[in-house]
């Protein structure tokens, strides 16, 4: 059994938005008492002084796509606990099973997306399954389940009735239903929620809803939409419609706005940037696709007003919504800490500092039923970041990490940092990893 006493830290309690110095108490990777005020430590254990430190739960990424290669930027960045919306499973095993005090974070994933012909992403491969055949799309499903999936995501050239097809057999497994839609060009935010989707990723299909007939690909005068004055009233009513289907939002602000400022945007100077920006297969992946910023800035961050205004409008009336980043998509989505990003642009957006704590750390949890994350709590899971200054003064001082206690292991952004797999190693074991994976499906 080991004990870990963090003293005489102030404490932001997540609920309520309080603070109060304290002593976490920490048995193995679970908290096991809070002791408000001056507390008196007998025996012999490891104690962390975070006098004048901030002490706020292990930050949540609602939306990535996580890798081995890059896993523990998120970890150095105080993201401890991730949502994969969409990858492989089997390739992810190793990530998902670390423990829980690895210098990875917890992984919440779904599998292969599933998507309609000709798929966005190419043919069907390990990364996602293209079909318009209703009994496949179900077999896929629950081929999904056995694997280990937590939820189900659909793509946006599914047809609509594979849709249902795929929805209907989740709900068998209890299971929620994700989309992303953005580049729908048949189907809109309220088809997917009327069918029985959960999530929407990018609240991707609202254009399409607000504005029948646009997409990304249209190239007829509705493409001259005025996005930075879009009618409030309309807007309202969609979203009315979709509280009632008590659908949550991952509105990824962060990577629309990282493309919509580029060259310009937003790129911070602290150690795991540093690290990030000589890592070259990331760096290698944005720069190829800010080749096409011109059709990046044309067709999909243009809809950023929109976006942003429906991300607002739907928390004030009651709605979930929740922090993701879609790391590493698009341009300079760097792991873990674009979640600060979004935190940013939350507050830009009208949430108060302790509204956009809440959305990427105890509201996160809740939307996926990960009761024993996203607060500091007797009970709970030892995931805890200890900043120099306050996040609730200020959103960006969540990025003033001193330590980052995952699982009950203490770790500082540097420590964490030496975990970074050579491109080398990852490679060997992607290889390995597809060679096993096209052997299977062969015999199949």
């Known amino acids: 059994m080991n004990k870990l006493f ?13 603070t109060f110095l304290g002593t976490v108490e920490i048995i193995d990777s679970t908290i096991s008492a809070i002791h408000k005020g001056p507390f008196n430590i007998t025996g012999k254990h490891t104690v962390l002084d975070a006098t004048g430190k901030y002490l706020i739960p292990g930050l949540i990424d609602m939306h990535c796509h996580i890798s081995e290669k890059f896993a523990p930027y998120f970890v150095a960045s105080g993201v401890t606990t991730v949502r994969n919306t969409a990858g492989n499973i089997t390739l992810l095993d190793s990530l998902i099973n670390e423990p829980a005090s690895a210098p990875t974070p917890r992984i919440y994933s779904a599998d292969r997306m599933i998507d309609g012909s000709p798929g966005q992403w190419g043919p069907t491969s390990f990364g996602n399954f293209v079909t318009d055949d209703v ?38 497994y209890n299971l929620e239903v994700a989309c992303d839609g953005m580049n729908s060009k048949e189907l809109s935010i309220l088809d997917f929620a009327e069918a029985g989707v959960t999530w929407i990723e990018h609240i991707s ?7 029948p007939g646009w997409h990304p690909y249209v190239t007829d005068d509705i493409q001259q939409i005025d996005w930075h004055n879009t009618n409030e009233q309309a807007i309202q009513h969609i979203c009315e419609k979709l509280l009632s289907y008590n659908v949550k939002l991952c509105p990824t602000l962060t990577i629309f706005d990282q493309s919509a400022n580029y060259p310009n945007h937003w790129s911070p100077n602290n150690y795991v940037m540093a690290s990030i920006k000589n890592f070259p297969s990331l760096n290698e992946h944005w720069k190829e696709n800010a080749k096409y910023i011109e059709t990046i800035q044309d067709r999909i961050t243009i809809i950023l007003p ?20 879609d790391t590493p998509a698009l341009i300079d ?10 935190l940013d642009l939350f507050v ?9 704590l809440q959305a990427a750390t105890i509201k996160a949890a809740k939307s996926i039923k990960l009761d024993d994350i996203g607060e500091i709590g007797v009970n709970k899971i030892a995931d805890i970041l200890i900043l120099t200054n306050s996040p609730l003064d200020d959103i960006k001082n969540t990025q003033s990490i001193e330590w980052i206690i995952r699982g009950g292991h203490v770790y500082t952004p540097a420590e ?7 491109d080398e190693v990852f490679n060997q074991r992607l290889e390995a990893f597809i060679r096993k994976w096209e052997a299977t499906e062969a015999s199949q």
């Open 6 to 18: 963090i003293t005489n830290g102030t404490i932001i309690d997540i609920k309520t938005g309080n």
């Open 135 to 172: 009994d496949m799309a179900r077999a896929e499903v629950r081929r999904q389940v056995q694997a280990g999936a937590k939820f189900i995501k659909l793509y946006g050239w599914i047809k609509k009735e594979v849709m249902f097809a795929a929805i209907d057999e989740a709900q068998k």
């Open 205 to 211: 299909g609202f254009a399409q809803a607000l504005y």
């Open 306 to 325: 929109l976006i942003k205004k429906v991300a607002r409008m739907y928390y004030k009336m009651g709605g979930t919504v929740v922090t993701g980043t």
């Open 333 to 342: 989505t760097f792991p873990g800490m674009s979640l600060h990003r979004e």
């Open 348 to 356: 830009e957006i009208g949430f108060s500092t302790f509204e956009a």
């Open 416 to 422: 964490v940092l030496t975990h970074i797999p050579t």
